[in-house]
């Protein structure tokens, strides 16, 4: 058995995902001609808030995801941002939204609750 200490990281990973989100709009917004930087921060608004929405609704996972996980999950981030800033940079007007999306889809995954850690199984006897 193992001890484990509470996790405190909550207020972290939400400042860290709203970090992320506001560097992925401020990149699209830079990426932008001057001319359209007022609709793109509509799209991104609404792209942010529509990411949010989608990542609250999604299912916990069933279980804590282990350190390469949560550094491959990490990679992924940075290759969909740049794909997401690509999108934008390529194909206007409407792709304004994707970095938004994933803004928002980071924000709503960090407000979720954590899994919490197996526990023992009901009907086991505690160790002695």
Same mark, same amino acid.
């Given at each position: 058995?193992?001890?484990?200490?509470?996790?405190?990281?909550?207020?972290?990973?939400?400042?860290?995902? $709203? &970090?992320?989100?506001?560097? #992925?709009?401020?990149? *699209? @917004? !830079?990426?932008?001609?001057?001319? =359209?930087?007022?609709? %793109? +921060?509509?799209?991104?608004?609404?792209?942010?808030?529509?990411?949010?929405?989608?990542?609250?609704?999604?299912?916990?996972?069933?279980?804590?995801?282990?350190?390469?996980?949560?550094?491959?999950? $990490? &990679?992924?981030?940075?290759? #969909?941002?740049?794909? *997401? @800033? !690509?999108?934008?940079?390529?194909? =206007?007007?409407?792709? %304004? +939204?994707?970095?938004?999306?994933?803004?928002?889809?980071?924000?709503?995954?960090?407000?979720?609750?954590?899994?919490?850690?197996?526990?023992?199984?009901?009907?086991?006897?505690?160790?002695?």
């Amino acid at each position: 058995m193992v001890a484990e200490a509470p996790d405190r990281r909550s207020g972290g990973r939400l400042a860290g995902a $709203a &970090a992320v989100a506001l560097l #992925l709009a401020g990149l *699209a @917004l !830079l990426l932008e001609p001057e001319g =359209r930087r007022g609709a %793109a +921060a509509v799209l991104l608004a609404a792209g942010l808030a529509a990411g949010v929405v989608a990542a609250a609704r999604l299912p916990l996972p069933p279980r804590r995801r282990t350190a390469m996980e949560r550094l491959n999950d $990490a &990679a992924f981030l940075v290759v #969909l941002g740049a794909v *997401a @800033l !690509l999108a934008v940079r390529l194909a =206007r007007p409407w792709t %304004a +939204a994707l970095p938004g999306l994933l803004g928002g889809v980071l924000i709503g995954r960090a407000l979720r609750p954590q899994p919490l850690p197996p526990g023992p199984e009901p009907g086991a006897d505690p160790p002695a």
